[in-house]
C-alpha cells in the first residue's frame, strides 16, 4: 500500500492567479502523475512528472500552463497559470510505487474554483 | 493506449451479483486490464488487474476471454456502499492510464 497526500484540499481562487498544488508520496517513486477531473467527468491525464527531465505533457495540455516540478522521488507540484473559471476542477496526483503493471495510488485531489 | 467501452450506467439490487463488462477491440500483447473504483470526493481506487483467463481477489472477480478484446468484472452479492462509477483500463504499464467513461453502478436497497 501507498499514502499520497495532496494539498491544498480545495480552494478558491480568482481568475488570473495562479495556484500550486502539492503531491506527497510515502516512498520513492520513478514516476508521478498529474490528472484533471471535471465535474461528473472521467479522469485525464494532465502530465508525467519524471524525477530530473522535464513532465512530459498529454495533448491539449502544454508547460505554460501547467508548469509541473519534480524535485525528488517522492515530491511533485502542479501549478495552474493564469486562472479562468474553465480551470475549475478536481486535480489528482498518482504514483505505481510498486513499478510498471502494477496497482496506482491516487491523492485525494484538490478542487479548485475559479471565480 | 488501447480504447475501452463500458457501459455509462447499470442499476442493481443489494445481494445481486452486478457483471460490467468493457470492450478492448485494440488492445495490445503487452496490455494488462484494470478497473478502478472512485467514490465521489475521491481519487481512484484499484480493484483488480489481470491478463488472461481469470483473476480473483477478496473484493472482484475478472474475467477476460481467450482473444483478449473485453473483460468482465464481476462483484458478488454488492451492497449499497458498492454504489460508485467503476473505470475499465488498458496498458498504462507506467502508470500513465488513459481512463475511459467509466460506468455508474447504482446499487439500490
Known amino acids: 500500500s501507498a499514502v499520497i497526500s495532496q494539498k491544498p484540499s480545495r480552494d478558491i481562487c480568482q481568475r488570473g492567479t495562479s495556484l500550486t498544488i502539492q503531491c506527497q508520496v510515502d516512498?520513492?517513486?520513478?514516476?508521478m502523475f498529474w490528472y484533471r477531473q471535471q465535474p461528473g467527468q472521467s479522469l485525464t491525464l494532465i502530465a508525467t512528472a519524471n524525477q530530473g527531465s522535464e513532465a512530459t505533457y498529454e495533448s491539449g495540455f502544454v508547460i505554460d500552463k501547467f508548469p509541473i516540478s519534480r524535485p525528488n522521488l517522492t515530491f511533485s507540484t502542479l501549478t495552474v497559470s493564469n486562472m479562468s473559471p474553465e480551470d475549475s476542477s478536481i486535480y489528482l496526483c498518482?504514483?505505481?510505487?510498486?513499478?510498471?503493471?502494477?496497482?496506482?495510488?491516487f491523492g485525494q485531489g484538490t478542487r479548485l474554483t475559479v471565480v | 493506449l488501447a480504447k475501452t467501452t463500458q457501459p455509462i450506467s447499470m442499476d442493481s439490487y443489494e445481494g445481486q451479483e452486478v457483471n460490467i463488462t468493457c470492450s478492448h477491440n485494440?488492445?495490445?500483447?503487452?496490455?494488462?486490464i484494470t478497473w478502478y473504483q472512485q467514490f465521489p470526493s475521491q481519487g481512484p481506487r484499484f480493484i483488480i488487474q489481470?491478463?488472461?483467463t481469470k483473476v480473483t481477489n477478496e473484493v472482484a472477480s475478472l474475467f477476460i476471454p481467450a482473444d483478449r478484446k473485453s473483460s468482465t468484472l464481476s462483484l458478488p452479492r454488492v451492497s449499497l456502499s458498492d454504489t460508485a462509477v467503476y473505470y475499465c483500463l488498458v496498458g498504462g504499464s507506467q502508470g500513465n492510464l488513459i481512463f475511459g467513461k467509466g460506468t455508474k453502478l447504482s446499487v439500490k436497497p
Open positions: 485494440n488492445i495490445a500483447t503487452n496490455d494488462y
Open positions: 516512498s520513492q517513486v520513478t514516476m
Open positions: 489481470g491478463y488472461k
Open positions: 498518482s504514483a505505481c510505487p510498486q513499478g510498471p503493471n502494477t496497482e496506482a495510488f
